[in-house]
C-alpha cells in the first residue's frame, strides 16, 4: 500500500492553539511514504461544550483522509444522535453512515480531483483500492477520534 522512500521526510508540520479552557499542540511527519497520507482535524470549540480531535490514516492514499477531514465534522455535528447530545451513537453513526458515501459517483469524483488524477480510466483502480482500504479500516482503528467537553 503505497510506495516507500530509501530515507524518511522528518519534515514536521505543527500547530497549536489555545482557547479559553484548554489548549492542544498538534504535528504530522511524512515518514518513509512518496507523500503525507494522513489528514487530522484539530477543532477547539467544535460546538458549545465540545472540542474535536480526530487523525485519518490514508492506507495508501491521501484523498479519502484529505476529505474526511474536511467534510466529516460537519457531517458529523448534522446527526440526530449528536444533536440529542449522545456522542458516542453519533460517532458510531457517522463512521458508518459517512463510509458509505465514498463510493457514491459524485464523491468518488471529488477523491479523483484530490488525488489529482489525469486520467479518470487510468486511476480508478488505484482510488478504488484507496477507497477500500480506508473504509475497510475507518470504523475499526484508523480514525481516532477524541471529544473534549468543558465544564463550567
Not at 55 to 68: P, R
Not at 122 to 145: P, Q
Amino acid at each position: 500500500m503505497g510506495a516507500y522512500l530509501s530515507e524518511p521526510v522528518t519534515e514536521k508540520l505543527s500547530s497549536d492553539e489555545a482557547g479559553t479552557w484548554l489548549s492542544y499542540g498538534a504535528s504530522s511527519m511524512q515518514g518513509w511514504r512518496v507523500s503525507q497520507e494522513d489528514a487530522h482535524n484539530s477543532i477547539l470549540d467544535f460546538d458549545k461544550e465540545a472540542h474535536l480531535f480526530a487523525v485519518y490514516d490514508g492506507h495508501g492514499g491521501h484523498e479519502v483522509a484529505a476529505y474526511t477531514a474536511l467534510k466529516l465534522p460537519d457531517f458529523l455535528k448534522k446527526s440526530a444522535a449528536y444533536q440529542k447530545g449522545n456522542i458516542s451513537q453519533a460517532l458510531t453513526e457517522a463512521f458508518l453512515e459517512f463510509d458509505a458515501t465514498l463510493v457514491k459517483a459524485e464523491v468518488v469524483t471529488i477523491l479523483k480531483q484530490i488525488a489529482g488524477a489525469k486520467d479518470e480510466d487510468d486511476d480508478e483502480g488505484r482510488i478504488s483500492t484507496a477507497i477500500l482500504s480506508t473504509v475497510l479500516y475507518y470504523c475499526m482503528a484508523s480514525c481516532y477520534t477524541v471529544f473534549s467537553f468543558t465544564t463550567q
